[in-house]
C-alpha cells in the first residue's frame, strides 16, 4: 500500500490549530498624499499583512491610541469631540449597550441588561432613550469611506481600484467577514435567549413568541448596524492604504484606521462613544475557520466567547465530552454535525478498529473501509502506508477521507489527486 509524491487534495482529516497573533497589532506610520499609479504597487504586500495583523489582533486595546483615533474621526467629520468615552468588554456588551441607548433595553436578558447599564453609568452615561445623542456612524465611517473610494477611483480609473481591491482588500475579505459574521450570531443569540418557560409555550403563544424572537432578532441586528467595525474594518482600510504604508492614516479615514488599529468594534454618537475591547484569544484553522477543541475559539474579556470546531458551531459542554469519547458514544450521537466533529476529534481510524469495521476492498494502493452511519452518509476512508519508512525504521500509516461512492481503493487514492481510477499511475512512491 503506498502513496505517491505529489499535491492531494485537502480531505480535512488532519487538524492545523492556528492561534492568532496576539498583543497590540501595528500597522505602521502615516503618510500624506495620493496614489499617482494606477498599479497597485508590490508595497500592498506589506500592507496586506499589517492590516491581516490587525484584524486577528487579541489582547488589551490601547485605550488611549482609541480614544485619539475616536477624536480625529469625529473632528474630521466636522463634529464636537465626544463628551463620554464608554469601555465594553465584547461587541455583545456593545450591542446590549446600544440597546439601551435606543430605548430597547426590555429586550435584553436581565444579566446582561444590568451589566451594560452599570458599565454606562460607570463612565457617566445614563442607559435611557437620547442619554448619548444620536448616532453619527454615517459623518465618521460611511460618508468619509464614500470619499475615500471616489478619490481613489477617479485618481485610478474604474480597471485600476478593481485591481487595487483584488490585491489588497479581496485577501483579506473571506476570513474577516466570517468570523464579523460568527461574532454577529453569536451576538444574536446571547441577547435574544429566552426562559425555558418561554420556549415551551403551546398555541397561539407559542406563535406570538415566534413573532416577539423576530422583533428582538431585528432589534439587535439593527443594533449591530450602527457599530464601525474596528480592528474588522481591516479590508476596507488596506483597499485605501497608501502604497507601503500602514493604510489610509491619511485623509478621510484617518480616525477609523486609528481605532481600528488600537481596538474593536465602536458606536460613535453625538454625546459619547462606546468602544469594545478586543479578544483576548482567536483560534482558527489553516483556512481561517474558528477552530478550537478544549476551549472557545473566541474570547472576550467579558466572558462573550465562540466555541468552533474547523468552523462549525459547538456548544461549549460538547467540548467538554470529547476527552471522554468511546466508539458507542459517538455511535450515540443522533446530530449527524456534531457526531462527524466527534469522530474527526476521536479519529477515524480508532473508531474503525473500536468498531469492527471490516475492509471492503483492497489493492496494491490501499485498503478501503465503510462504515454505515445512521441518518448520515457512510464514512469511507483509505488506509494507506507510505513507502518511505520514518527514520527509525517504521512505514507510517494514513487514513483518507474518500467520498461515500468510492468503490476501490485506486479510486479514493486517484481522488485525492484529482484524478479519475483509470489515470492514477505514480511515476514514484515516497
Same mark, same amino acid.
Given at each position: ?38 498599479? $497597485? ?32 474621526? &469625529? ?49 457617566? !452615561? ?108 481591516? $479590508? ?37 462613544? !462606546? ?38 458551531? !459547538? ?35 480508532? &473508531? ?25 452518509? $457512510? ?18 500509516? &494514513?487514513?483518507?477521507? !474518500? $467520498? ?27
Amino acid at each position: 500500500m503506498t502513496t505517491a509524491s505529489d499535491t492531494r487534495k485537502d480531505t480535512g482529516d488532519i487538524v492545523s490549530t492556528d492561534t492568532a497573533s496576539t498583543g497590540t497589532a501595528s500597522a505602521g506610520t502615516a503618510s500624506n498624499g495620493t496614489p499617482s499609479t494606477g498599479t $497597485p504597487s508590490t508595497g500592498t504586500t506589506g500592507v496586506v499583512e499589517r492590516w491581516r495583523a490587525v484584524a486577528a489582533a487579541t489582547g488589551p486595546a490601547d485605550r488611549g491610541a482609541a480614544e485619539a483615533g475616536v477624536r480625529l474621526a &469625529y473632528g474630521a467629520a466636522g463634529l464636537p469631540r465626544p463628551e463620554r468615552i464608554v469601555w465594553v468588554g465584547s461587541p455583545l456588551e456593545g450591542t446590549a449597550a446600544a440597546l439601551l441607548l435606543a430605548g430597547q433595553g426590555d429586550i435584553l436578558p436581565g444579566e446582561i441588561a444590568d451589566r451594560a447599564a452599570g458599565v454606562l453609568r460607570a463612565a457617566g !452615561v445614563e442607559p435611557v432613550a437620547g442619554a448619548a445623542g444620536a448616532s453619527v456612524r454615517e459623518a465618521v465611517r460611511t460618508l468619509p469611506w464614500a470619499a475615500a473610494r471616489q478619490r481613489l477611483h477617479a485618481a485610478l480609473g474604474g480597471s485600476g481600484w478593481a485591481e487595487r481591491w483584488a490585491l489588497t482588500g479581496a485577501p483579506l475579505w473571506d476570513t474577516t467577514r466570517s468570523l464579523t459574521e460568527r461574532v454577529r450570531t453569536g451576538v444574536v443569540e446571547a441577547l435574544t435567549a429566552q426562559p425555558d418557560q418561554d420556549r415551551e409555550a403551546r398555541g397561539q403563544e407559542r406563535g406570538r413568541d415566534r413573532s416577539r424572537a423576530r422583533d428582538r432578532e431585528a432589534a439587535v441586528r439593527l443594533a449591530m448596524l450602527d457599530a464601525v467595525l474596528g480592528q474588522h474594518d481591516a $479590508p476596507w482600510l488596506a483597499a485605501v492604504a497608501e502604497d507601503g504604508d500602514a493604510g489610509a492614516d491619511a485623509g478621510e479615514l484617518a480616525g477609523p484606521a486609528a481605532v481600528a488599529r488600537a481596538a474593536g468594534w465602536w458606536w460613535p454618537y453625538e454625546k459619547a462613544v !462606546v468602544i469594545a475591547e478586543r479578544p483576548l484569544e482567536l483560534h482558527r484553522d489553516e483556512a481561517g475557520r474558528l477552530d478550537r477543541g478544549d476551549g472557545p475559539a473566541l474570547a472576550y474579556p467579558d466572558g462573550f466567547a465562540l466555541y468552533a470546531w474547523r468552523g462549525m458551531p !459547538v456548544p461549549a459542554a460538547f467540548l467538554e465530552q470529547l476527552s471522554q469519547l468511546t466508539a458507542e458514544r459517538i455511535r450515540a450521537e443522533e446530530n449527524a454535525e456534531l457526531r462527524r466533529v466527534m469522530l474527526e476529534h476521536y479519529g477515524y481510524d480508532r &473508531y474503525l478498529e473500536e468498531s469492527g469495521a471490516r475492509p471492503v476492498h483492497r489493492d496494491e494502493t490501499g485498503v478501503l473501509w465503510r462504515i454505515q452511519m445512521t441518518g448520515d452518509e $457512510p464514512v469511507t476512508m483509505v488506509e494507506v502506508v507510505n513507502s518511505t519508512p520514518e527514520p527509525d525504521g517504521t512505514h507510517r500509516t &494514513y487514513w483518507l477521507r !474518500v $467520498p461515500p461512492r468510492t468503490r476501490t481503493a485506486r479510486e479514493g487514492v486517484a481522488w485525492t489527486f484529482g484524478l479519475e481510477a483509470d489515470g492514477y499511475a505514480p511515476e514514484r512512491e515516497t
